[in-house]
């Protein structure tokens, strides 16, 4: 009665791909082929129709106490060992199988991951998964980071957290990135989940401080509460007050995005009632005569954010004259430090006593130079990640690359982000880690100039390299050595980095370099590009050549209709595509949308621009379970 | 202050405005666009007749580019998010501010000029005072109605627009922003000349758009 049907071929996890969301990593690596709503009703998969196939009702209600029936017998073993698979793509294949299959995977699946808030119904996904403990929430894409999309485009939580606060009230975890949240949302969270415990908002907006008050203030068991880059608006309410008086469970407290003070006080009696503490990371308000009277109280820290990392105004003499060498000897299990957000350069030296045991420094608030650079970095001979301004130079990235021969993970910021000036790091810098930072597997880079030839390098010296972005911050450089496009540099990455799944392009392009992309980029997941291309044919290589592809993201680059309609083989099997200021007719557009019915199609408006022509501002288009959305605003029309 | 009301609106926004960095450290159109992107208002996006020609231009195209104002209004590029971006904003600010400030110092019938920092100077009585002990003289002190009417001498700069003004009359953050040089002129042709700054103090007196500048001095 069980038919046993071949499993959709789903990606291997490659085992450089780490599971566990390491502390700064913006990524997200693991995305499945298809989405995490896997069930039958894909129209490009040819499911038959049977007995197993999922006519995407969610999960038929077995009542719980029928007579046994063989089925049965399967599913409760089936249960037993299904509770044991925790990757999302294993779990899609497994409720692909058959009914059976589906079903008990449904049961037994604790972390529901929804890539796309829009891609399935809170109704939907709740009504599948019953018994689910965390939900991770995806909205916006990324390009919203760069205020190409107008405000209040969408990506609500509420509608979601009233959902899954009828479905789950055992809920323990969410994890939000790129959603408008409000205060009335984590009020309800606050209320609804009696055993909550992890709160983690990456790029969300539209909350404030009485909604962290809220969320202080109820949820008893919490033991996570991060908010990393996300907007927080100050409601003069002081949430870190709201916490209990007793002891906490809090294991991990972040809040170094939010741009308010926050009492000191409560702060630190906060800190001294939560033993279990490992993770803090305190803003910018935060002086260093404090940071001090922190450490003191917690040096059980593993994570470790400094606020300012300078002196405050009122008491600057006396918080000069601290010991902060031995606040920080005193932290032993120091590994990931981060913060320095208004450094005064004399006090960098206090952190030398860790500087050995560091996996991850994060500089890229810090305005310091090569020489300030060079005694700290000299030590850290076990980083791992590292973030930077471009404030050290070429010969401080030369400081990196003789001594962190572990580094996996780098990223230059550039202090000055304009377009037109000479730029303190290039291809010299680049060159440098190449050779000395063999084992690199991301790299972020912002620079003035390079060159193919140090790109070029970089795809043969590191060969692990997953994640390339390089921004050339004039659009449209050349080699400036050569005066040729970057065409050559990026087909090297492509070509010779085996295991690149996420790559950024910048700089002058031709259709050459998406030719390369097509035909080696064939694990490629995310593609962004911006001021590229020369015609249609670019973007036809890439939709053509990448059977991966899952997020593209391009902006200003000569793609038309043509192109467009080359990727319909394939749109269903990607999570989005983002095309602003291209060259794209809304008759275009709609084609798609006639020809791929579940896919939701947005074309978006933006006011200030001057139409010169019939060309769609931007388009936004995403797989979906859910149809078009309930709350478009006015400047988007669905097609 | 300058001549005519204009600047005076001009000023008077830019006094009571709240943002990052000094007060009057110029509204680029970089720093539009990033308080833009703070407030969700987008900047003008470039046409696409623009665009289109951008795109397949030679290389040489954009180094030759002699404005670099466009390139600076265009949306989200470079790709950093507004968060950093408005922090490194003030960090900017804060380096230009701490790189000092210079000021050319002449005085009349002194054959050569001096250079002194603006920024180690806390307000207008330490200014006066190095200024006596530079040129060893007596300025005497300031007064809204006289200016330096006790003195041989009396403390002129000239503002960012040309004009030459009485030193004291306006904030000193306004003063420090808007100073190019400074000329300590001799007592007769100190108050022989309407400097600019009389015609202005009549005009904020009596004009009901200029209050704001008379209600700041008297707090």
Known sequence: MITNKKPRSSDTDSNYMRDDRTEMS????????????????????????????????????????????????????????????????????????????????????????????????????????????????????????????????????????SATAKAYPWLEKIHLKRMSVTDDDLALLAESF????????????????????????????????????????????????????????????????????????ALERLVVRSPSLKKLRLNRFVSIGQLYRLMVRAPQLTHLGTGSFSPSEDVAQGELELDYVSAFAACKSLVCLSGFREIVPDCLPAIYPVCANLTSLNFSYANISAEQLKPIISNCHKLQTFWVLDSICDEGLQAVATTCKEL???????????????????????????????????????????????VIAMSKNCPDLVVFRLCIMGRQRPDHVTGEPMDE???????????????????????????????????????????????DMGLKYVLEGCPRLQKLEIRDSPFGDTALLSGLHHYYNMRFLWMSACRLSHQGCQQIAQALPHLVVEVIKHEDTVHMDDYADTLYMYRSLAGRRHDVPKFVSIL | ????????????????????????????????????????????????????????????????????????????????????????????????????M????????????????????????????????????????????????????????EDKEGDWMLVGDVPWDMFLTSCKKLRIMKGSEARGRKLKSDRVSFLTEFSTDGWKFRQEESE
């Not at chain 2, 709240?18 to 450290?25: D, E, I, K, Q, W």
């Open chain 1, 26 to 161: 913006e990524d997200d690596d693991r995305s499945p082929p298809s989405d995490s709503i896997a069930n039958g009703s894909c129209p490009t998969r040819t499911c038959t129709p049977g007995s197993g196939s999922g006519s995407g009702s969610g999960s038929s209600s077995i009542p719980e106490y029928s007579a046994p029936y063989p089925d049965r017998v399967l599913e409760n073993v089936l249960e037993n060992v299904l509770w044991f698979l925790t990757s999302r793509k294993d779990r899609n294949a497994a409720s692909l199988v058959c009914r059976s299959w589906y079903r008990v995977e449904a049961m037994t699946r604790s972390d529901l991951f929804i890539g796309n808030c829009y891609a399935v119904s809170p109704e939907r996904a709740t009504s599948r998964f019953t018994r689910v403990r965390s939900v991770t929430l995806k909205g916006k894409p990324r390009f919203a980071d760069f205020n190409l999309m107008p405000p209040n485009w969408g990506a609500h939580f509420a509608p979601w957290v």
């Open chain 2, 1 to 100: 202050m300058g001549g005519g009301a204009a600047y005076e609106n001009d000023l008077n926004f830019k006094a009571t405005e709240l943002r990052l960095g000094l007060p009057g450290t110029g509204c680029t159109n970089e720093e539009q666009a990033v308080s833009g992107a703070k407030n969700n208002k987008r900047p003008l996006l470039e046409t696409r007749e623009e665009r289109g020609s951008k795109e397949k231009s030679d290389p040489q195209h954009d180094d030759q580019e002699t404005d670099p104002a466009p390139k600076a209004r265009i949306v989200g590029w470079p790709p950093i998010r507004s968060y950093r971006k408005n922090s490194l904003q003030t960090k900017k600010a804060e380096a230009e501010a701490a790189a000092g």
């Open chain 1, 194 to 265: 009696s055993g909550f415990k992890e709160l983690v908002l990456v790029c969300c907006d539209g909350f404030g401080t009485s909604g962290l008050a809220a969320v202080a203030s109820k949820c008893r068991q919490l033991k996570v509460l991060d908010l990393i880059e996300s907007e927080v608006s100050d409601d003069e309410v002081d949430w870190i007050m709201c916490f209990p008086d007793t002891e906490t469970c809090l294991e991990s407290l972040i809040f170094d995005c939010v741009e308010c003070l926050v009492d000191f006080d």
């Open chain 1, 408 to 454: 996996r993970e780098l990223r230059v910021f550039p202090f000055d982000p304009r377009e037109d000036i000479e730029g303190p790091v290039s291809e010299v810098g680049l060159q440098a880690i190449s050779e000395g930072c063999r084992k690199l597997q991301s790299i972020l880079y912002f620079c003035q100039r390079m060159t193919n030839a140090a």
């Open chain 2, 102 to 157: 210079y000021v050319k110092v002449s005085m009349d019938g002194a054959p050569y000029l001096r250079k002194i920092d603006l920024k180690v100077y806390k307000g207008y009585p330490e200014l006066l005072k190095a200024l006596e002990n530079m040129f060893k003289l007596t300025i005497g002190e300031y007064s809204e109605r006289e200016g330096y009417n006790g003195s041989e001498y009396a403390p002129t700069y």
């Open chain 1, 489 to 535: 540099g990026f087909g090297a990455i492509v070509m010779n980095c085996k295991k690149l799944t996420r790559l950024a392009v910048s700089g002058l392009l031709t259709d050459t370099a998406f030719a390369y992309i097509g035909k080696y980029g064939k694990i490629v997941r995310t593609l962004s590009v911006a001021f590229a291309g020369d015609s």
